[in-house]
């Protein structure tokens, strides 16, 4: 079954201890990204990847970073995260179809 | 700039016909998405539209007007679990022109379905 599973679903933290959200796709993607979700903002990408060590930015990339070492991984990781990194955020993967499969999503807290 | 403007939210009665408008302009175009969403829970593909013209999926069907920077979800005949919210994504071209996987969305057109 085509999965895109990201964890932890559900975390509270504080502000300033690094904290990384791991995915993984077992579709062999090549094309992954990461979005998060805020009332009255919509989703908005984060960082996206094309390949094996190939990422850029997205529209929001401040406070993130993401690393891409194996295909079917793709961790976002928050260095020092604040409150304003309060949100809902998604992975995302899409082949060479144009059908973008979502992970379940990840509701952080940072207190 | 890139700008995608949805209605926020719509009301439709059960059995219905609606159509749930989006308006893009973006530096450039390489496809618009639809996505259903429902409360909490990830966005699920519903279309995808490189052509102008209409594509019908079941009971979904979406149409794209590039010139216009204009697209339209049609739902008919509407059941109580198509409330949700629905979102407008387009992809603009890769660095190079080819594919990519920045997506930009608009902000989501929530849609009740009355009894």
């Known amino acids: 079954e085509a999965q895109v599973t990201q964890n932890p679903r559900y975390l509270i933290t504080v502000t300033g201890k690094k904290l990384t959200v791991t995915c993984s796709q077992n579709?062999?993607?090549?094309?992954m990204s990461w979005y998060r979700q805020d009332p009255g903002l919509g989703l908005r990408q984060i960082y996206y990847s094309m390949n094996v060590e190939v990422t850029d930015k997205g529209d929001v990339p401040e406070g993130y970073k993401v690393s891409r070492k194996e295909k079917r991984n793709f961790p976002l990781i928050l260095e020092s995260p604040s409150p304003n990194q309060t949100s809902l955020y998604f992975c995302?993967?899409?082949?060479?179809?144009?059908?973008?499969?979502f992970g379940e999503g990840s509701w952080l807290t940072v207190v | 700039g890139q700008n995608i403007d949805q209605p926020t939210e719509m009301t439709a009665t059960e059995g219905a016909i609606v159509q749930i408008n989006c308006t893009y302009q973006?530096?450039?175009?390489?496809?618009l998405f639809w996505y259903q969403q429902h409360a909490g829970e990830a966005p699920t593909f519903l279309s995808y539209n490189v052509l102008d013209g209409l594509e019908e999926k079941g009971r979904f069907s979406s149409f794209l007007s590039r010139s216009k920077g204009y697209s339209y979800l049609l739902l008919k005949e509407l059941q109580m679990k198509d409330s949700a919210s629905y979102l407008c994504?387009?992809?603009?071209?890769?660095?190079?022109?080819?594919?990519?996987?920045?997506?930009?969305f608009g902000t989501g057109t929530l849609l009740a379905v009355q009894p």
């Open positions: 579709m062999n993607h090549e094309y």
């Open positions: 994504a387009v992809t603009p071209p890769g660095r190079y022109g080819g594919a990519t996987n920045k997506l930009i």
């Open positions: 973006t530096s450039g175009f390489n496809g």
């Open positions: 995302a993967s899409r082949g060479l179809e144009n059908t973008i499969y």
